[in-house]
Nanobody, 122 residues
């Protein structure tokens, strides 16, 4: 089964930027629809956005404008560029593969990576 390793999380000040990475195992990354999720303390995991195998990103409304999802299929890597970070962006960020159903992205891989911690604080 495919596995994901997220990295790039850090502690940053409000207004700062970070780029997260997610590396997938195996040789089928280029055909996966991928998604970024996050889970803040005490809250459920929420979808940030997704990206088709061809590189078309789709964002949840709350994340439009500040976050950018991209991918490099040659490197089996998914990216999340986060700008103008706010304290409420503090969370563990995860990636997963999935599919679209009724216009929404759903993860389909049961095994999640460990995620990468993003902390936004002054």
């Amino acid at each position: 089964q495919v596995q994901f390793v997220e990295s790039g999380g850090d502690m940053v000040q409000p207004g700062g930027s970070l780029r997260l990475s997610c590396v997938a195992s195996g040789s089928s990354f280029s055909i996966y629809t991928m998604g970024w999720y996050r889970q803040a303390p005490g809250k459920q995991r929420e979808l940030v956005g997704s990206i088709t195998p061809y590189g078309t990103p789709i964002y949840e409304d709350s994340f439009k404008g500040r976050f950018t999802i991209s991918r490099d299929n040659a490197k089996n890597t998914l990216y999340l560029q986060m700008n103008s970070l706010k304290p409420e962006d503090t969370a563990v960020y995860y990636c997963n593969a999935g599919r679209y159903s009724s216009g929404r992205f759903f993860s389909t891989v049961n095994s999640w990576g460990q995620g990468t911690q993003v902390t936004v604080s002054s």
